[in-house]
C-alpha cells in the first residue's frame, strides 16, 4: 500500500508563513507529478502547486510569487513553502501524488488526509 501523510498545517496571522510538507511511503517504484490542492468550505478543491519528476512547476494566480513547491526525489516528499499568507488562503490542504508501485505497474493517483490551514486577519 501507499500513503501519503502530510504535516505543517495551523494556524497563522495574515502576513505569515507556513511550510507544508508530504511524504509518500509504502511500495513505489516511481513517483511523477506532485501536488498540493486545497478545498475551503462550500468551495471546489482547486489546484494549488504542482511539481513534475523533472522539477517543472505550475502555480494557481492566486499563489504565485507567495507560494513555492519543491520535492525532495530521494525520501519522497514534497513541500509547499506558504509566504504572505491572506486569509483567503484558509482551506484544508490536501497532498497528491501519481505513483507506480512496480516496475510494470501502472501509474495511480493518492491523495493524503489534508491538513488544515488557517489564516486570521
Known amino acids: 500500500q501507499v500513503q501519503l501523510v502530510e504535516s505543517g498545517g495551523g494556524l497563522v496571522q495574515a502576513g505569515g508563513s507556513l511550510r507544508l510538507s508530504c511524504a509518500a511511503s509504502?511500495?513505489?517504484?516511481?513517483?511523477?507529478?506532485m501536488g498540493w490542492y486545497r478545498q475551503a468550505p462550500g468551495k471546489q478543491r482547486e489546484l494549488v502547486a504542482h511539481?513534475?519528476?523533472?522539477?517543472?512547476?505550475y502555480y494557481l494566480a492566486d499563489v504565485k510569487g507567495r507560494f513555492t513547491i519543491s520535492r525532495n526525489n530521494v525520501v519522497n516528499t514534497v513541500y509547499l513553502q506558504m509566504n504572505s499568507l491572506k486569509p483567503e488562503d484558509t482551506a484544508a490542504y490536501y497532498c497528491?501524488?501519481?505513483?507506480?508501485?512496480?516496475?510494470?505497474?501502472?501509474?495511480?493517483?493518492?491523495w493524503g488526509q489534508g491538513t488544515q490551514v488557517t489564516v486570521s486577519s
Open positions: 511539481i513534475t519528476s523533472g522539477g517543472n512547476t
Open positions: 497528491n501524488a501519481q505513483i507506480t508501485r512496480s516496475r510494470f505497474g501502472t501509474e495511480n493517483n493518492y
Open positions: 509504502g511500495t513505489i517504484f516511481s513517483i511523477n507529478a
